[in-house]
Structures are given as structure tokens and as C-alpha cells.
């Protein structure tokens, strides 16, 4: 038997003698490895007295095991690979999963399994989660999609487990009586048996290697049988009008439907439709419905399935025109939906389709292909394709006779609710009917990225470019593009109103399994290719004429969008938005957004002083000629000189973005950039320090502290900065508060270091094998030359780095610590409230 090396086709199930079920799948050597282990079971399975008993569960499960504490646990093993990991609770079935260099896979599989099987379920760890699992309900009581799903179970009335509250908060955990104990112990021993469990694994290590680690894996759990659940009919009443009132997002509709007794292949034919939905080709559903200013844009999600019944939902980001001709938005859809029932779509789209799924598989990381491959019926090139043919005709023929549920969101007033779970205003409508409209649909236009690129020889090698490292064996390719203007910094607005004209090519790109991301950097703007490496010359060479002539209407919403992310708006995290803003202030670019209007000349202006260099991995001979022209034709000019080495300012800065607009939770970013002085050693010793930090840190601030559910530290790229990141966004602290916790957590933390000289240098030596990213890792090594290169140093400074760590001592590492708590090469916040006290300089 061989290991599955076929990215197109479905590893084969092998059933272990105590029960678990394994796939196993290949990666190219030099690639990391993962696992996931999917136990089917989930919230709906929980006790109804207990809300929330599963993905409190979830939780608990990372805070050790019998063979192995909290701090050699799953957690801090995989952030000291420098791995990810996370978990998920759905409703049927809950994942737990991670990735990591190969030769760790191992060690990181045994301390999954031992959390699975033998949980410590400490009684202290439990009030402590239950603090952390009540601030991510907190969290979640703010967004959107999770309060629009809970007004659509209101709207399908009690019953059905869809409509009842399972995320769990203070109040549905009662850690301290015994019947929550026992009916949580009773939870996981009636679950986390082998035969409610699924185990996946991809590395590039060989097959027999990982049935060992797979049989292992089996005997470690208690074996137990497959426990079939029931559900009950899922129906809603006749057709509901709703509005949800929410005062912090933008306005959408949602067009749900409950669908029963779906066929085997429901959720491929599902995944297929959402594809074309969402689709921004031309002639597709959504460039009509944006073309006449009704949305932004539209996907299909389905936020409940098990054993052939589900939710699913159409949901449209509204725009004020869109809100006030909902009724034509619905009629639209279904028109729509009408249209692409007919056999001529079918045989038009599915090809296409393939081609699409066929390139994600093949640029997808270990994780991703698993996360895949461990959903039933996942597309495969063996799929049966008249069966999800037919079920597709099942579901579109279900949600065109189903009496949908219409659910519009915007600020309108609307009552409080009473519910179990998340708070709710909401309302039932009289439905609104529209006017006929002959929407004349028309087949969506082919992705031409999805072709193959011309061939040909290298012609005049561009100054600006940077070929490095061999030919990609799996045929992917990464290109950094780095973009300077040399006589002024553009406003805001002109990068927000490119990255709008871009949104369309994005999803075409990552249609052509290439990820295409446009990045701000306050002097200069970023675009980085990664995927399909005979697809990037075509990109490329398209992105040129866009950057040269942008649309006009993008244009025009330039300056509006800038202002709307420096208030930090919409449905976003604030957190998550002031990361993305973070490179542009370090560079010392303003943070209030022009309002001048933006046009052409100007910006063909702008485009007379810009210059590109670049960096491209992976591409084969006969690519390079098409790209170098490609990249030739781009507005501006080829720049020979590399990115000059950055440095941070000293002093403390304060950047005050959304401040006072709402009460909600306080975002706090605090930034330190690494100093300029003192060369590989300096950033060894701050990168050793960023990985000592990151886990004590989240323990004090998150589980301690209990500050709130987004609290992380890590050394960190910022742009083309290098410095130490702390982020936490609490429900509770004020900024102030926040800032303090931090100052007073590395005072203890150099106390702490002092007495560590024997782990610091063990840390040490174990990052410096790491450091330098396989070749053979082909994202893994362009994203390190990359973020190298923009701080203005070469392709052996990796090396030189891992080099000098291997000579750290604990003294160089308390030095480096005074250095960060004394702000010796600055300090940057961003939040969004105003500064504290008079030490900073506000932006």
C-alpha cells in the first residue's frame, strides 16, 4: 500500500483494529506536516440543561493531559515549532487540529491524542475557561453573522436544535455543582471513543512511518462504536419577513431556507452553487447586482448541516440603494437561481469548476488539503458527477418552492427579544413584493487565468528583478513586487481605491490558485503572488493596465473608504483592522484620510516617480521571459538598488484611530521596533525573546487576567519594520489599564528570565535549527526572503541570524528585555482611545 501523492484524488479510509479511522495523504519533501482528528460529536449533542458543554470542552482539552501539563501541552509545543493549531465546535462535530515542521509531527500527534483521551479537566483551569469562553461570548454577542443566525433560529421557531443557544457563557457553565461535572465527564466518555473518530495525516515522511504513528494514535483512545443521532425535522412557518437592528455593521439581506432529506452528495452540490454565487466573472449574479448599485457583494453559506438537512443561506452586503429595493434583490436571486437550474449551466460551468478545485488542492498547504479531504464527500476527480448533478437539482429545486426567510440588518429601531443565548432586536415585516424585472441572465465569462501562460526565453533581464532559488517541483512560483514613490507619499485614498478595483481579480486570481495580496505600506505598496506559477505572468500583465487606469468609480469611493478604515468600521474586529493599518503608521504616513478628490492625472503623476524592484521563486526558464515582460509593462520604472535598511524612531507614539465613536471593547496594538544597533546578534536575541514571551504573556494577560478572548505577543514583520507585537482587544480594560498590564508583565517577566539561563539557551539552539526557512517549503521560504528584503537585507540573512543564535546566554537576553521595556527604539500604539498621559506623541 503507498501513501496518497494524487492532490485530485481521495486518500482511501483504513479502519485501525481498536476503531479509528485514519487517512493518510503525501506532501513533497521538505514541506510540513499536519493532523486533524475530526470526533463527531458537536454542540447539538451537548445536554440541553448545559449550553455550551461541548466547546467548553473544546477548550479544556488544551489545558493538559495526564502525560503531559499545561506547559508541555499541545499549545506551547506547537507555538514553540512556530506551527498553528485551533479547534473547532460545529454542531455535529468538533476538529482539532495543527501544523508543524515534519519531524515534530510526531511528538505533537502523541500530545493530541493524550488531551483527547486523558483530559485533566483541573476544577481551578475550569473557572478560569469559563471566564475566557464568557469574553469570546462577549465578543461574538457584537458580530453580525452570529447574531443574524441566532434571529434565524427565533424565526424557525423551537424544536429543532438549530434554534436553541449553544456557544455557552458565566451563566449556562455552573462549573462548581456536581451534576455539571458529571454530565461533563459523561460528554466526553460517551464521544471521545475511537469509533466516533476520525484521524487525518499528511508529511512527507513515508507511508510506513505514518500507519505506525496512525496505529499508535488508535490504541491511545477508548475504543467504543459509531453512536447514530437523530434530529428532528427541520421546517420553518410560512414566509418571514425580519430586520434585525444592528447598529455597528453594514447593511445586508439574507434569504434562508431549511432544506430536509437531501441526497448523499447535497454538500458538493452545495459547495459548487456557493462557487457560482459568489462568483465575480463577468455576467455573473453578483457584477449584475453590484453594476446596478444593489450590493457589494454575495455568498452562500450554510451555517447548519447534519444527516441530510441543513440551513442555507444567500447573504448580500447592502448598499443604500440595495437596502431600500430589497424585494427586487430577492426576486433577482431567484430569477437567478431559475436560470442556473437549466441543464446548459451545467455542462457550461462544471468544467470550469474542476479546474478550479483542482489548483486549490494543489497550492494548498497540509492543513488546508486536510481540512478538505475530511468532509464527506469532498470534490475528488473520481467524484460521481451525475449523483451531485442530481442532487443539485434536488437542492435548487427545495429552496425555489421553500417559503424563504428574509432577514434584512441595518440601524433601523427595533424591540429587544427574549432569547436564551445571544441579545437580539428584532421584528417580523409584512413581505414587500417587486415589480417584474427580465434580468436577461448570461453565461458567466471564463476565467481566462485559468488557461496556460505563454512560453518563452528570457529577453532583457529587468534591474528591478531578483531570481532566487531553483525551479518549484510542484510547479508553483512567488513573486514580491514592491512599489516606491520616490517624490511623495500618495494619499490614503488612492490605495483603498485600488485595492477596491482589485477585489474582482482576487477572486480570479485565487480561482488560478494564486493568492494575490495588496498591501499598504505607507511609502510604498506590496503585491505578493503565490500559487500556480503559469498563471502569474497572466495576472501580472492584467494588473498592469488596472494600475494604470484605475475605473473612475473606484476612484471616486477612493477617499471615502480610507476614512471608513481609519474609523475603524464595519464588521471587522477592531484588532483585526488595526493590524492591517499598523505597516502604513510605522512608516510614519499620516493617519487621517485626505478628502481631496482623486483623478487620472494626478495619479499618472504619482506613476512617473514610482519605482518597482522585485523578488521571484520557483518560476521554470521558459516563465521568465513572459514575466519579466510582464513586469516590464507595469507603470513606473525598474529600480536596480535594493530596499534601503529601515529603522524605527525613537520616543512614544500614540496613533488614536476610532476613538470614542462606540462603547465597545478597547483595541490596543503596542509595537516595538527591533533597534538598528547591534546586528544579527540583536535580532537573535529579540526573536529568542518573542518566543519566550508569547506563551507567558497570553497566560498572564488572557487566562489570568482574563483581559479578554483576542490577547496574543510575537516577534513580528511589519511591513518593513522587525520589532515585538502585543495586541489585546478587551471587553473590560481601558486603554490605559491595557498599557499597564503590559508594562507590569515584562517587569515580572525579566525577574523570571533572570533565573531561566539554562531554558533560554535550550530555546535558543532549538529556534536556531528552525530558523531558516526549507527551500523545499516554498511559501514558507519566499515569505522569509521576502519580509528580509523589505527591511533592506539580503538572502543570507536568515542564516546569519539562526547562526548567532546558536551563542545566546541569558544575560544578552536581559539585555535585549531592558532594551524593549525601556522603549530604547520606540514604542508605536495604536488604539482606539486616546492617549494616556503626556509621554506621547500623538499622531
Request: a negative charge; glycine letters at 8%.
Amino acid at each position: 500500500m503507498s501513501l496518497q501523492t494524487d492532490c485530485s484524488q481521495r486518500p482511501p479510509q483504513l479502519s485501525m483494529p481498536n476503531g479509528l479511522r485514519v487517512r493518510l495523504l503525501n506532501m513533497p519533501e521538505g514541506s510540513p506536516a499536519a493532523a486533524l482528528v475530526r470526533v463527531h460529536a458537536g454542540a447539538h449533542d451537548a445536554p440541553e440543561a448545559y449550553p455550551g458543554l461541548a466547546h467548553f470542552l473544546e477548550h479544556l482539552l488544551f489545558l493538559g493531559s495526564q502525560h503531559y501539563p499545561v506547559e508541555q501541552s499541545l499549545m506551547p509545543f506547537v507555538q514553540a515549532c512556530g506551527g498553528q493549531l485551533n479547534a473547532s465546535t460545529r454542531e455535529r462535530h468538533t476538529d482539532y487540529f495543527f501544523q508543524v515542521p515534519a519531524e515534530r509531527l510526531e511528538e505533537g500527534l502523541w500530545r493530541l491524542m493524550d488531551m483527547l483521551a486523558q483530559p485533566l479537566l483541573d476544577p481551578a483551569a475550569q473557572l478560569r475557561e469559563r471566564e475566557v469562553l464568557h469574553a469570546e461570548y462577549l465578543a461574538r454577542a457584537e458580530d453580525a453573522e452570529t447574531l443574524c443566525d441566532a434571529a434565524l433560529g427565533q424565526a424557525l421557531g423551537s424544536g429543532h436544535p438549530f434554534s436553541a443557544f449553544h456557544a455557552g457563557n458565566r451563566e449556562t457553565l455552573p462549573v462548581e455543582d456536581e451534576d455539571f461535572q458529571q454530565a461533563l465527564l459523561g460528554y466526553h466518555q460517551r464521544f471521545y471513543r475511537t469509533g466516533q473518530i476520525e484521524l487525518l495525516l499528511v508529511a512527507p515522511q513515508a507511508h510506513d512511518d505514518l500507519l505506525r504513528m496512525a496505529r499508535s494514535a488508535d490504541v491511545s483512545l477508548t475504543a467504543g462504536p459509531f453512536i447514530q443521532r437523530e434530529a428532528p425535522p427541520l421546517q420553518h412557518s410560512p414566509e418571514s419577513w425580519l430586520r434585525l437592528q444592528l447598529d455597528k455593521a453594514a447593511p445586508r439581506l439574507l434569504l434562508a431556507c431549511a432544506l430536509d432529506r437531501m441526497p448523499e452528495h447535497a454538500q458538493p452540490a452545495l459547495d459548487y452553487l456557493s462557487s457560482w454565487i459568489a462568483s465575480e466573472a463577468p455576467e455573473a449574479l453578483l457584477p449584475r447586482l453590484r453594476d446596478e448599485g444593489l450590493c457589494q457583494s454575495l455568498k452562500l453559506r450554510v451555517p447548519y448541516w447534519y444527516a441530510g438537512q441543513g440551513v442555507v443561506v444567500i447573504e448580500a452586503a447592502l448598499t443604500e440603494q440595495g437596502l431600500a429595493r430589497r424585494a427586487q434583490i430577492v426576486d433577482a436571486l431567484f430569477d437567478w437561481l431559475r436560470f442556473f437550474s437549466g441543464e446548459a449551466r451545467w455542462r457550461a460551468c462544471r468544467e470550469e469548476y474542476r479546474r478550479v478545485l483542482q489548483r486549490s488542492l494543489q497550492v494548498a498547504e497540509p492543513l488546508a488539503r486536510l481540512k478538505h479531504w475530511v468532509e464527506p464527500q469532498a470534490w475528488s476527480d473520481s467524484s460521481d458527477e451525475a449523483a451531485v448533478r442530481q442532487a443539485l437539482e434536488s437542492v435548487l429545486e427545495q429552496i425555489q418552492v421553500a417559503q424563504p426567510i428574509v432577514l434584512s440588518t441595518d440601524t433601523t429601531g427595533c424591540e429587544p427579544v427574549e432569547t436564551e443565548g445571544f441579545p437580539l432586536r428584532l421584528k417580523f415585516e409584512t413581505p414587500v413584493r417587486a415589480a417584474a424585472v427580465a434580468w436577461h441572465w448570461r453565461q458567466p465569462q471564463a476565467n481566462p487565468w485559468l488557461k496556460a501562460s505563454p512560453r518563452g526565453t528570457v529577453g532583457a533581464i529587468n534591474p528591478g528583478l531578483q531570481w532566487l532559488g531553483s525551479v518549484d517541483a510542484a510547479g508553483r512560483g512567488a513573486l514580491y513586487l514592491r512599489c516606491r514613490f520616490t517624490t511623495s507619499a500618495l494619499p490614503a485614498g488612492y490605495w483603498h481605491a485600488f485595492h477596491h478595483a482589485l477585489q474582482s481579480r482576487v477572486w480570479a486570481a485565487r480561482q488560478a490558485g494564486v493568492e494575490l495580496r495588496f498591501e499598504d505600506l505607507g511609502n510604498a505598496w506590496l503585491l505578493r503572488l503565490y500559487g500556480i506559477a503559469e498563471a502569474i505572468p497572466l495576472i501580472v500583465k492584467d494588473l498592469g493596465a488596472l494600475l494604470a487606469k484605475p475605473p473612475q468609480t473606484s476612484l471616486d469611493q477612493g477617499p471615502q473608504l480610507a476614512e471608513r478604515a481609519f474609523r475603524l468600521g464595519g464588521d471587522e474586529l477592531p484588532i483585526r483592522q488595526q493590524l492591517a493599518l499598523l505597516p502604513r503608521l510605522l512608516a510614519g504616513a499620516t493617519s487621517r484620510a485626505e478628502q481631496a478628490p482623486l483623478g487620472q492625472s494626478e495619479l499618472n503623476q504619482h506613476w512617473r516617480d514610482a519605482e518597482w524592484q522585485g523578488l521571484a521563486f520557483g518560476f521554470a526558464a521558459d516563465l521568465r521571459g513572459p514575466l519579466q515582460s510582464a513586469i516590464t509593462a507595469l507603470p513606473g520604472q525598474a529600480a536596480s538598488a535594493p530596499p534601503g535598511l529601515k529603522t524605527g524612531s525613537d520616543g512614544y507614539h500614540w496613533h488614536s484611530l476610532g476613538a470614542g465613536q462606540s462603547e465597545g471593547e478597547t483595541a490596543l496594538l503596542l509595537f516595538c521596533p527591533l533597534p538598528s544597533e547591534g546586528g544579527y546578534g540583536v535580532e537573535a536575541a529579540w526573536r529568542v525573546l518573542g518566543r519566550l514571551l508569547e506563551r507567558a504573556f497570553f497566560r498572564r494577560l488572557r487566562s489570568e487576567l482574563q483581559l479578554g478572548y483576542a490577547v496574543f505577543s510575537r516577534f513580528a514583520s511589519c511591513g518593513d519594520q522587525a520589532g515585538m507585537l502585543f495586541a489585546v482587544q478587551s471587553p473590560s480594560a481601558s486603554a490605559a489599564e491595557i498599557l499597564g498590564h503590559v508594562e507590569v508583565f515584562l517587569e515580572d517577566f525579566a525577574t523570571q528570565l533572570a533565573s531561566q539561563a539554562v531554558r533560554v539557551e535550550e530555546v535558543a539552539r532549538e529556534l536556531s535549527k528552525r530558523h531558516v526557512a526549507d527551500t523545499a517549503d516554498l511559501r514558507a521560504h519566499a515569505e522569509q526572503i521576502g519580509q528580509t528584503w523589505l527591511a533592506g537585507h539580503g538572502p543570507e540573512h536568515p542564516a546569519r541570524v539562526a547562526q548567532a543564535m546558536t551563542s545566546l546566554n541569558g544575560a544578552q537576553l536581559l539585555a535585549a528585555l531592558d532594551v524593549l521595556r525601556h522603549g530604547a527604539g520606540g514604542w508605536r500604539v495604536l488604539a482606539n482611545a486616546t492617549a494616556p498621559d503626556a509621554r506621547w506623541r500623538c499622531a
